[in-house]
C-alpha cells in the first residue's frame, strides 16, 4: 500500500512538473485612413519578441516589448514611398511554467500601398 501511495505521489509531482498555463490575448488598431478606393494591399508584415522572467525578475516591460516587436517589423518590411500600416494589431502571449513566465509579443500589420 505505501509503494503505491509513493508511485502516485511521484507521478502527480512528475504531472504537475510537465504542465503549464498559456493566456492569449490581442489589441486591434489602425493608422491608416482606409475610406477611398486609391489603395492596395502589398504585404502582411510581422515582428515579435519574447522575453523570460524568473521569480518574477528579468524580461521587458509590455511597452518596451511592443516598441521593439514594431522595430523588427519595421527591420523586416521597411516602408517605401507611399506605403503605410494598416489594421495594426498587437497579440500577446503568456506562459506560466512554476516560477518562470515566458511573454511573447507579437505585432502584425497591412503594409498598404497608397495609388
Known amino acids: 500500500m505505501k ?6 505521489t511521484v507521478f502527480a509531482i512528475v504531472v504537475i512538473m510537465f504542465s503549464s498555463c498559456a493566456v492569449h490575448t490581442g489589441i486591434g488598431m489602425s ?4 475610406s477611398q478606393n ?6 502582411y508584415a ?5 522575453t523570460t522572467k524568473i521569480f518574477g525578475l528579468g524580461g521587458l516591460g509590455k511597452q518596451a516589448m ?3 516587436a514594431k522595430q523588427e517589423l519595421l527591420a ?5 514611398d507611399g506605403q503605410a500600416l494598416a489594421n495594426m494589431t498587437v497579440d500577446w502571449k503568456t506562459g506560466f511554467y512554476f516560477f518562470v513566465v515566458v511573454t511573447k509579443c507579437t505585432v502584425t500589420a497591412d503594409v498598404i500601398q497608397f495609388e
Do not use: C
Open 46 to 50: 510581422t515582428g515579435d519578441v519574447k
Open 38 to 43: 486609391n489603395f492596395k494591399m502589398v504585404k
Open 66 to 68: 511592443v516598441a521593439e
Open 76 to 80: 523586416n518590411y521597411p516602408l517605401q
Open 31 to 34: 493608422n491608416a485612413s482606409l
Open 3 to 8: 509503494r503505491i501511495i509513493t508511485l502516485t
